[in-house]
Protein backbone atom coordinates (compact mmCIF):
# COMPACT_ATOMS: atom_id res chain seq x y z
CA UNK A 1 0.00 0.00 0.00
CA UNK A 2 1.14 3.42 -0.78
CA UNK A 3 1.63 5.37 2.47
CA UNK A 4 -1.51 8.15 2.60
CA UNK A 5 -0.16 11.46 1.96
CA UNK A 6 2.21 10.47 -0.32
CA UNK A 7 -0.88 8.74 -2.24
CA UNK A 8 -2.78 11.63 -2.66
CA UNK A 9 -0.10 13.19 -4.31
CA UNK A 10 0.78 10.49 -6.74
CA UNK A 11 -2.91 10.63 -7.60
CA UNK A 12 -2.98 14.61 -7.96
CA UNK A 13 0.70 13.97 -10.93
CA UNK A 14 -1.51 10.91 -12.21
CA UNK A 15 -4.11 12.58 -13.40
CA UNK A 16 -3.15 16.08 -13.70
CA UNK A 17 0.53 15.71 -14.70
CA UNK A 18 0.55 12.51 -16.57
CA UNK A 19 3.09 13.00 -18.71
CA UNK A 20 5.26 13.93 -16.16
CA UNK A 21 4.65 11.28 -13.64
CA UNK A 22 4.79 8.41 -16.28
CA UNK A 23 8.11 9.74 -17.99
CA UNK A 24 9.67 9.71 -14.07
CA UNK A 25 8.23 6.31 -13.52
CA UNK A 26 9.14 4.75 -16.71
CA UNK A 27 12.56 6.29 -17.05
CA UNK A 28 11.74 7.41 -20.71
CA UNK A 29 11.00 10.09 -23.00
CA UNK A 30 7.51 9.34 -23.89
CA UNK A 31 5.09 11.15 -26.30
CA UNK A 32 2.37 12.06 -25.19
CA UNK A 33 0.32 9.52 -27.27
CA UNK A 34 2.29 7.10 -25.12
CA UNK A 35 1.72 8.68 -22.03
CA UNK A 36 -2.10 8.46 -23.04
CA UNK A 37 -1.70 4.84 -23.52
CA UNK A 38 -0.45 3.91 -20.18
CA UNK A 39 -2.97 5.61 -18.53
CA UNK A 40 -5.62 4.38 -20.87
CA UNK A 41 -4.14 0.89 -19.92
CA UNK A 42 -4.01 1.87 -16.38
CA UNK A 43 -6.67 4.15 -15.50
CA UNK A 44 -5.71 3.99 -11.44
CA UNK A 45 -2.44 5.17 -10.11
CA UNK A 46 -2.27 1.76 -8.33
CA UNK A 47 -2.73 -0.60 -11.43
CA UNK A 48 0.13 1.23 -12.91
CA UNK A 49 2.11 1.90 -9.99
CA UNK A 50 1.83 -2.18 -9.26
CA UNK A 51 3.05 -2.92 -12.38
CA UNK A 52 6.49 -1.12 -11.97
CA UNK A 53 9.50 -2.61 -10.63
CA UNK A 54 11.79 -1.70 -7.77
CA UNK A 55 13.70 0.78 -9.95
CA UNK A 56 10.92 2.03 -11.61
CA UNK A 57 9.43 2.80 -8.14
CA UNK A 58 12.36 4.29 -6.71
CA UNK A 59 12.57 7.06 -9.37
CA UNK A 60 9.00 8.17 -8.23
CA UNK A 61 10.21 8.32 -4.81
CA UNK A 62 6.74 6.40 -3.26
CA UNK A 63 8.24 3.72 -0.98
CA UNK A 64 5.37 1.29 0.04
CA UNK A 65 5.04 0.49 4.09
Known amino acids: ?3 GKLYNH ?3 DY ?3 VNGFIKTGEG ?4 RFQSL ?3 RKYPKV ?3 Y ?3 DLARRKRIGILEE
Open 37 to 39: NVS
Open 10 to 12: AMA
Open 46 to 48: EQW
Open 28 to 31: LELT
Open 1 to 3: MII
Open 50 to 52: KNL
Open 15 to 17: YCN
